[in-house]
């Protein structure tokens, strides 16, 4: 096998892939929303499930059915076969390996589909006189349908809500651990635990855009002993970061 063969065998590889990842991506997201509540950042959901399905079908198809096409070209040459048989067996072995693999009939349709269209791309560049150009017009169509796809559902998606103060806050409150005792909003709550009289204080202030500081702010007292302990995260609307700790921690923590 030479090497204008192996690129052209590549090159349809990467071809057949994205086309078939973007098919495959694109009905997921389809059917997700139907049935989500949330339908913002399509686009990039899009995307991550092309990257998803391409990282599996592109691993089967530049192993094993680059390996059988390969075959299948060699038989072709040597017995000086038409082009519709080099595409149906093509499709032939697809079908047959879907149908072992998977016992369903829909599963062998659908990869025999597959491999018929690796079979056509490969044969329609196998007859191009400019190799350098086929590749170039082989690559466009296969992103072609990507980037339309990916612009369909950026249109379609919701905009993002404003991230706020008490978006923030609900962030940083976790129902394990001492924070859920603090107001889930900004404001104090007074309390009193083990003869302790606590004042717990939840603040918030705009850093900047989507960023916050909330602060939570323990004051206690107890038969002249008094302490009071802070804690402050950084946090925007996918990350939060323990910014700092300061004061004692209150003695009733570990009674």
């Not at 389809?30 to 899009?46: A, H, K, M, P």
């Not at 791309?121 to 191009?128: A, C, I, R, T």
């Not at 993002?160 to 859920?180: G, M, N, R, V």
Request: charged share 20%; with cysteine; hydrophobic share 40%.
């Amino acid at each position: 096998m030479n090497k204008s063969t192996l690129t052209r065998k590549l090159f349809n590889t990467i071809a057949v892939t994205l086309l078939v990842s973007c098919l495959l991506s694109f009905l997921y997201m389809i059917r997700s929303i139907e049935t989500s509540v949330n339908d913002y950042n399509l686009s990039q959901g899009f995307i991550l499930w092309v990257l998803v399905y391409a990282l599996y079908a592109g691993a089967v198809i530049l192993i094993y059915a680059n390996l059988v096409s390969v075959l299948i070209e060699v038989l072709w040459n040597k017995f000086n076969l038409n082009s519709f048989t080099y595409i149906i067996l093509h499709g032939l072995v697809g079908a047959l390996t879907g149908g072992v693999v998977s016992k369903s009939t829909l599963v062998a349709l659908c990869i025999a589909g597959i491999a018929i269209l690796y079979a056509l791309v490969d044969y329609w560049q196998m007859n191009q006189e400019d190799k350098s150009r086929s590749i170039k017009y082989i690559l466009l169509v296969s992103i072609l349908p990507i980037v339309c796809s990916a612009i369909y559902f950026a249109s379609i998606s919701e905009p993002l809500p404003p991230f706020t103060a008490e978006d923030a806050i609900e962030s940083a409150i976790d129902d394990h651990s001492i924070t859920s005792e603090f107001p889930h909003k900004i404001g104090t709550v007074d309390s009193e635990e083990k003869g302790y009289h606590i004042t717990r204080e939840t603040r918030a202030k705009k850093i900047k855009r989507n960023t916050y500081s909330v602060r939570f702010i323990e004051k206690w007292s107890k038969d002249g002993e008094s302490g009071e302990f802070r804690t402050s995260y950084e946090i925007t609307r996918n990350s939060l970061t323990l910014h700092s700790i300061s004061g004692e921690e209150p003695p009733y923590y570990n009674e």
